[in-house]
C-alpha cells in the first residue's frame, strides 16, 4: 500500500476543514462587526 | 525490516544524556523563576486576578495557552498509545473533538464571557451556583458542583503526573516514583506562587515547544523508517487496520465504537480549566479569533499523535509500552540537546495542565468555602487557603499516580467525560436554551457524578456512552417538569 485507504483521507480532510470554517465565521464576524447597518451588540 | 527491529535503537545512558538532563533542570528553573516573577510584580493578591488573570489576557496568549493546557499528557501520550494500539481509527474522536471546540467558541464562550462579568463568577462552578444565587438550588448546585470537580480534577492531576513518570523514567530514566514527586511539587510551587498570570505566560512557551515537537517527531520518526511509503507499506504489514478510518470494523460494533467516540469528544464542553480562557479574555468579540488559532493548533495535536503511535508501533513492535512510544522515539532520534529541549517542552505542557486543573479547584473550594462556611474573610487569607488546597490537590494528585489505577488514556477519559457531564452540559443549557431551570442543573450535575462513574464501573464497555443520553434526558426533563427560572441573575 501507498497511499491511506479513502475513508481515512475523508476523515482527514474534516478535520481540515473545521479550521477554515472556523476562519470564515471569524471574517463574516468581522464584517458584521464593522457594518455600520448591523452593528454587533458590544461593539 | 522486521516490527519491532528497531528497539534496539534505545541505548543505555550515555555521558551525551547529560546534556538533555542539564536542559530539563533548567527548564524547570525558568519555570519557576515565571512564577516568582508574577508574584512579585502582578497584583495577585485579590483573588480574581489570581484566578483570571484580570480578566485581560489576548488573543494568541489564550489560543496557544489553551493548546498547551489541554495537550500535554493526553497528546504525547494517550493519544500515541491509540494510535500504537487502534491506528488511525481515533481520527473519528479528532473530527468530533474539532466540531464541539468550535460550538464552544461560537456559542458557550461568547455569553459565557458576558454573563461572567455580570456576575463575577471566577469558574464554571461558580458560574453555575452565581446564575441561581439567591436560592437554595443555587447553594445545593455549588456543594454538588464543587465535588464533581475536585474528584475529577484530582484524577485528570493524577494522569498528567503519570505522563510525567513515564516521559522522565522513559527519556531521562529516572525513576518513576521520583519523577512523579519532582513533577508533583515543582507544578504545585509554582502554581502557588503566580496563579493565572504564571500559568498563561508559561502555556504559551509550552504551546511553541509542544508545537514543534509535534512537527518534528512524526517527520524524524518517518524518516527513520525508510519514508512515507515504507511506513505505509510496514504499517499495512504489521496490522491492516492500522491505517483504516474504520478500524477494520463494519456493522453494530462500528456504530458503538463511533458513538464512544463521539460520546468522548463531547466531554470538550465541560473543561473548566479550558472554560476559564473564555472568563479571562479582554472582550468576547475576542472569541472568534482565539477560535481560529486554537481549532488550528487543535487539529495538529489530535492528528498527529496518532502517526507517532504508528510509526512507534512499526519501530519498536508490539511488546513497547503504547503510552511511551513518542518519549522512546525522542531519546533516540534526536540528538541530546534536543531531545532535552522537546522534552522540557512537552513536560511543560503536562505541567501546565496540571496547574490549570489545581487552581480550578482551588478556586472552586475556596468560594465555598467563603460563600457557605465563613462568609467575613479576607482576600489575604482566601488566598492563602487558595494556595494550601493547591499543595493538597497536588498531594492526592501524586498518590494517585503512585497507585496507577488505569493506563493515562483511561484516567482521562474517565475525568475528561465526568467535567463534560457535569459542568459543561449544565452550562452549554444555560448559555443556548433559556428554558433551562436551577433543579435541572441541580440534577444534571448530580447525575453526570453519579452517571459517569456508574457507566464506568457498571457498564465499561459502554463507557462513556450511556452518561450523556441520561444526563441529557434529566437536564430537559426538569426543565420541563419545573418552574420557568425566576431569580436567575443574568
Known amino acids: ?43 | 525490516m522486521q516490527p519491532g527491529a528497531h528497539r534496539q535503537m534505545t541505548q543505555p545512558l550515555t555521558p551525551d544524556m547529560t546534556g538533555l538532563h542539564l536542559t530539563f533542570g533548567l527548564f524547570l528553573l525558568v519555570l519557576l523563576g515565571i512564577g516568582a516573577y508574577f508574584y512579585r510584580t502582578t497584583d495577585t493578591r485579590r483573588l480574581a486576578d489570581y484566578m483570571l488573570a484580570g480578566r485581560d489576557v489576548g488573543v494568541w496568549p489564550i489560543a496557544i495557552s489553551e493548546v498547551a493546557s489541554v495537550a500535554s499528557g493526553w497528546t504525547f501520550f494517550a493519544w500515541v498509545g491509540v494510535g500504537f494500539t487502534t491506528g488511525l481509527h481515533g481520527l473519528w474522536f479528532s473530527l468530533a473533538m474539532l466540531l464541539v471546540v468550535l460550538f464552544m467558541y461560537r456559542y458557550v464562550g461568547p455569553p459565557f464571557r458576558r454573563t461572567s462579568q455580570t456576575l463575577n463568577s471566577q469558574t464554571v462552578v461558580d458560574h453555575l451556583a452565581l446564575t441561581f444565587h439567591s436560592t437554595a438550588t443555587g447553594t445545593a448546585i455549588r456543594w454538588v458542583s464543587t465535588i464533581a470537580v475536585v474528584v475529577f480534577m484530582i484524577s485528570y492531576v493524577g494522569a498528567q503526573l503519570i505522563a510525567v513518570g513515564e516521559a522522565l523514567d522513559t527519556a531521562l530514566e529516572l525513576p518513576y516514583v521520583a519523577a512523579v514527586l519532582t513533577g508533583g511539587i515543582a507544578v504545585a510551587v509554582y502554581t502557588t506562587l503566580g496563579g493565572f498570570s504564571a500559568s498563561v505566560w508559561t502555556d504559551v512557551v509550552q504551546g511553541v515547544l509542544v508545537l514543534i515537537a509535534a512537527l518534528l517527531l512524526p517527520v524524524a520518526a518517518i524518516a527513520s523508517v525508510g519514508g512515507w511509503s515504507a511506513f505505509l507499506a510496514e504499517a499495512t504489514a504489521i496490522d491492516p487496520t492500522l491505517l483504516s478510518g474504520t478500524g477494520g470494523m463494519g456493522g453494530g460494533a462500528l456504530v458503538l465504537a463511533l458513538l464512544a467516540w463521539f460520546t468522548f469528544a463531547m466531554g470538550a464542553i465541560g473543561q473548566p480549566h479550558a472554560l476559564m480562557r473564555f472568563q479571562a479574555i479582554r472582550s468576547d468579540t475576542l472569541i472568534s479569533k482565539a477560535a481560529v488559532i486554537a481549532l488550528s493548533f487543535q487539529a495538529l495535536r489530535l492528528t498527529v499523535p496518532l502517526f507517532i503511535g504508528i510509526a512507534g508501533r512499526v519501530l519498536y513492535g508490539e511488546g513497547a509500552e503504547p503510552e511511551s512510544a513518542a518519549m522512546l522515539m525522542l531519546a533516540d532520534l534526536f540528538p541530546p540537546w534536543l531531545a532535552g529541549v522537546l522534552l522540557a517542552g512537552i513536560i511543560g505542557a503536562i505541567l501546565s495542565t496540571s496547574d490549570s486543573m489545581m487552581i480550578v479547584a482551588s478556586a472552586d473550594l475556596t468560594k465555598l468555602y467563603r460563600t457557605q462556611l465563613r462568609a467575613h474573610v479576607s482576600e489575604g487569607t482566601l488566598l492563602r487557603l487558595g494556595r494550601l488546597i493547591v499543595g493538597v490537590v497536588a498531594a492526592l494528585g501524586i498518590g494517585l499516580a503512585l497507585w496507577r489505577p488505569g493506563t493515562i488514556f483511561d484516567i482521562i477519559e474517565f475525568a475528561f467525560v465526568g467535567l463534560g457531564v457535569t459542568v459543561g452540559l449544565p452550562l452549554a443549557a444555560l448559555m443556548i436554551w433559556p428554558r433551562t431551570t436551577g433543579p435541572a442543573v441541580l440534577a444534571t450535575v448530580a447525575i453526570g457524578l453519579i452517571g459517569t462513574i456508574g457507566n464506568l464501573y457498571l457498564f465499561p464497555d459502554l463507557f462513556p456512552i450511556l452518561v450523556w443520553p441520561l444526563a441529557l434526558a434529566v437536564l430537559i426533563g426538569t426543565s420541563l417538569l419545573t418552574r420557568k427560572p425566576q431569580a436567575r441573575a443574568a
Not at chain 1, 1 to 17: C, F, R
Open chain 1, 1 to 43: 500500500m501507498n497511499s491511506l485507504p479513502p475513508e481515512t483521507w475523508l476523515l482527514l480532510l474534516g478535520i481540515l476543514v473545521v479550521p477554515l470554517l472556523g476562519y470564515a465565521l471569524y471574517r463574516l464576524d468581522a464584517a458584521r462587526r464593522s457594518s455600520p447597518d448591523d452593528p454587533a451588540p458590544d461593539a
